[in-house]
């Protein structure tokens, strides 16, 4: 197998693992893959890609963008209910400030 193909797929693999990441919401290890992956996207790229390799390459690069949408979409669900149980903590501290007065 080629070599290009190979470090391809080590990348969409990196992504499938920081969807699955995402999905229970280990989110400082979806950190750290998508350091590592980061890294490994700019070592890919700093040659050309070969003719041969275009279309191999533009499908995996839609197959991560897509797995990048899913997870950035999960991630700002988890946002918003953070947000929601810190406002609802910040109105339960109001309510105890009121009833201590």
């Not at 950190?31 to 191999?56: D, G, H, Y």
């Amino acid at each position: 197998m080629n070599d290009r193909i190979a470090d391809l797929q080590q990348l969409v693999e990196l992504t499938r693992a920081m969807l699955e990441k995402a999905q229970v919401s280990l989110w400082e290890e979806v950190i750290a893959l998508e350091a590592n992956r980061r890294e490994r996207i700019s070592a890919f790229f700093l040659t050309p890609v070969e003719p041969e390799l275009v279309s191999p390459v533009a499908e995996s690069i839609r197959n991560i963008l897509a797995m990048d949408h899913e997870i950035a979409t999960l991630g700002l669900a988890e946002k918003q209910e953070a947000s929601l149980a810190l406002r609802q903590m910040e109105q339960g501290k109001k309510a105890v400030k009121a009833y201590s007065i």
